[in-house]
């Protein structure tokens, strides 16, 4: 088949009724794409953690899941099944935030030790390492929702942002765990902050709060 190529408006429904309860960046992605298409009702809704999101329509089960194909593209892919058949890819290019790389660059200068730990594959994870200036040991790919975990209980005092339901078990057990605007709601009732506005620059303003507060409670007590 050709790449890219047009899919039924039927599948269209399928996959916008799959991701209609999620607030991933890519359901919103299919809604901005299909903003004419009506979604259709799933019955026995399950989100799989790790996997993807799946329902059953017209007797046919529907699985909407990562799809690791394409891999040297740099794209991020998932694609759609009914019961044990593919029906079709969608593959994703991500856009960092306008504020990401300013505020990178500010943590570095604070000191601070910066990674990854993604779910996506090295490709992608690689492409957005370069595009930050991250140069670290400290960037994971493919990692699953228990892997991300294993690596954050390692890293003392460490930090997490994160904004999926993949993330919620190292956010939880992270020192600090955030979560940003836009998150699934299982993100930020594990997190311990929950930013209310897009981006980044909040990390700095949460820094700059904080290190005010430890200095007026230190005052405060001598």
């Not at 996959?15 to 209609?20: F, I, K």
């Not at 730990?117 to 400290?138: F, H, M, P, Q, Y």
Request: proline residues 4%.
């Amino acid at each position: 088949s050709s790449f890219p190529c047009q899919i039924p408006d039927e599948w269209k429904q399928i996959v916008l009724s799959l991701e209609s309860r999620s607030l991933h960046p890519l359901a919103f992605a299919f809604r901005k794409a299909w903003p004419n298409i009506t979604p259709v009702k799933i019955n026995d809704f399950q989100e799989i953690i790790g996997k993807g999101v799946q329902g059953v329509f017209d007797d046919s089960v529907y699985l909407l899941e990562s799809s690791f194909s394409r891999e040297e593209s740099g794209l991020m892919s998932v694609k759609l099944k009914q019961n044990d058949t593919t029906l079709a890819y969608f593959y994703f290019s991500d856009e960092l935030h306008p504020d990401t790389k300013n505020v990178i660059v500010e943590l570095s200068r604070q000191k601070y030790q910066i990674g990854i730990i993604s779910g996506d594959r090295k490709t992608i994870v690689d492409k957005i390492a370069s595009e930050t200036g991250i140069n670290s040991n400290l960037v994971y790919s493919a990692k699953n929702p228990q892997q991300k975990l294993d690596i954050i209980k390692n890293i003392p005092f460490a930090c997490m942002i994160g904004d999926g339901a993949n993330d919620s078990l190292a956010l939880k057990q992270a020192h600090v765990g955030i979560s940003v605007k836009g998150s699934v709601s299982l993100s930020h009732n594990s997190s311990d902050v929950c930013f209310t506005r897009p981006g980044l620059n909040s990390l700095l303003d949460l820094i700059r709060i904080s290190k005010r507060s430890q200095q007026i409670l230190k005052l405060n007590l001598t």
